[in-house]
């Protein structure tokens, strides 16, 4: 068995707040499904709705800080929303708003893809590929703010 003296504890503890409070990189932020929400604006936004203290300390730990001559935030051209067919099942807010909703927004289009979790593919100008937004927990009623707010209503992108 490990025998630690309190100051090897105190050591890896302050190791593990370091780490723990520092930015995450691109990939793990992926992983957690907050690539869409670049600037930590959308953090304060995110954490109106959220209410989970843990989800928006990871949604801070990837974004990045509003820079004083942005004052509009990042839209896109479009979106695809992925999912999988066969697991919409397992996600009553998406279909709700492919069923009842999503005709607000002719530049977004639903794509099935074979065992993919839902998400968000945004779209720039020209239809290509800006970033990668999973929505597995979100509320219908926040799916329909963000695209409000991100992507605009018309586009030749799709």
């Given at each position: 068995m490990i025998q630690?003296?309190?100051?090897?504890?105190?050591?890896?503890?302050t190791l593990l707040l370091v780490i723990t409070s520092q930015q995450l990189n691109t990939k793990d932020c992926e992983n957690l499904g907050f690539t869409g929400l670049a600037l930590c604006s959308d953090c304060n936004t995110f954490a109106e709705y959220v209410k989970n203290e843990e989800l928006v300390s990871d949604c801070r730990k990837c974004c990045t800080e509003d820079s004083d001559d942005s004052m509009s935030k990042i839209t896109y051209s479009g979106a695809v929303l992925e999912v999988c067919s066969r697991k919409l099942v397992f996600y009553p807010e998406v279909v709700g708003?492919?069923?009842?909703?999503?005709?607000?927004?002719?530049?977004?289009r639903i794509q099935y893809v074979f065992n993919s979790p839902p998400k968000l593919v945004m779209l720039d100008n020209d239809g290509q590929y800006k970033e990668t937004i999973r929505i597995d927990n979100w509320k219908r009623e926040h799916l329909l703010q963000f695209l409000t707010e991100k992507v605009k209503r018309t586009s030749s992108a799709i």
């Open positions: 630690w003296n309190v100051l090897e504890f105190v050591l890896c503890f708003f492919i069923e009842e909703e999503k005709d607000q927004f002719p530049s977004v």
